[in-house]
């Protein structure tokens, strides 16, 4: 393995990772990554070219052969040394994943965590991937399934957790016995080569985990590559559809987690300081920017007094750099994201709903470059606000008001996306109904952010996701495999021959 490359250049290019050598990419295009609290620029990020893409597929391609032979328990073991590793270097990865990305420290080392349960759940892959066996399906006659690994997978990952989103993807492939091209965010890709840096070092063979950076066209080049099998894409619902489109059309089994729209039930029988905690953690937390935020408030009946309440609740978050202590509420990722929310809240103004708080002024002494939005809370919205039709993704919640359950729960299900929701109630009935009768991929009760743990599936639904399979857990055992199924008869010397059988019927 060949040392990270070093530039003439102020700032590091990002390397390529192509046949486990560290490749400076040839690009006459890059991207910077930006420091969202100061923007410093942290490194360059290129482009990377035709050819190197296909370089890294044919490396992929070519670790295959001997890869998909390599044992279960060699596998295993370089996922054991690799969880070692990020439990090792978890605080070191989140001061990087702060500067590039503006989430607080906490939350960053939570973003690792979430990842490291991937790869202690890819640990168990013995017992994960296991085909199943019926014996006498007919006399001396058994079926048996084999889950065997597919070839070459993709990843192409967004910029809202560098950590965990890429460690939902590529051990999990690995371990399956797949070889795999990671395609990161280019807004922060600096932690995540950090963790793919670790991995080489667990003792992932070169060719195995290949990094190719880069953005639109990169990602094309990958979904239209006939060397590649399956493509994982998690990121925003434009950019998803088009990956599973693409990719489907040729030929490859594809996973698309989309963009969202979660709404958060509170029924007047809440505990209402827990309640209100959770939401203004959820709706604020990490600047809004999770898929699983919650972005919408439905207050039911009396719960609707409980406005001012949750106003109060916001305002004591304190906004700030990602890593200065006790800052709540980071940066958003850019100047860009940052002119598209404030765009949004001022449609919100112009249609009609009522600012209760607004964070736009907000100004975090010594960084009066960030990219900064503090809590920011709209009442009075109907369904047709853009606030309420767009994904925000920042530090803004819209409130609605209903007078049951029944008509919460419609609200939801009319909205298209299905990534996650929750009910907030201390009746079990309630949250027995809620579960059973709303129609989003991922419930919680109680639970700001029913994010799954890794052995469970991450399950969003409708809108919010394109194909069958969800990442890690059980499912995504499926996705990176193929199923054989043999059926075999071995004769015995004793076998009586019984003739031709010209029917379908196994005899
Ligand atoms: P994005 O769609 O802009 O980018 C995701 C990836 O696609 C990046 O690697 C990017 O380089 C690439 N890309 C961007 N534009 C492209 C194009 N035109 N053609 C091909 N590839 C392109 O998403 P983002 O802004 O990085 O991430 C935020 C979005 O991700 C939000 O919508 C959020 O809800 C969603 N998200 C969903 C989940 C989930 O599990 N459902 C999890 C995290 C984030």
Redesign the pocket.
Known sequence: MSALPQTANAVPTVPLLINGEWVESSATEFRHVVNPATQEVLARVPLATASEVAAAVASAHRAFATWRHTPIGARLRIMLRYQALIREHSKRIAAILTAEQGKTLADAEGDIFRGLEVVEHACSIGTLQQGGFAENVAATVDTYTLQQPIGVCAG??????PAM?PLWMFPMAIVCGNTFVL?????DPLSTMELVKLAVEAGVPPGVLNVVQG??DV??ALCTHPDIKAVS????????T??YNLAGAHGKRVQS????KNHAVVLPDAHKEQTLNALAGAGFGAAGQR?MATSVIVLVGAAREWVPELVAKAKTLKVGAGADAGTDVGPVVSVAARERILGLIASGEKEGATLVLDGRNVEVPGYPQGNFIGPTIFTDVTTDMSVYTN?I?GPVLVVMGVETLDEAIALVNRNPFG?GTGVFTQSGAAARKFQSEIDVGQVGINIPIPVPVPYFS?T?SRG??LGDLGPYGKQVVQFYTQTKTVTARWFDDATVNDGVNTTISLK
């Open positions: 192409i990952t967004p910029f809202n957790f989103i395609k990161p965010s280019e807004q953005a639109r990602v094309d894409f998690v990121g925003s619902t434009a950019v998803g088009h990956v987690m989309m963009g969202a898929c994904e993704f990534n991450f969003g919010s996701k």
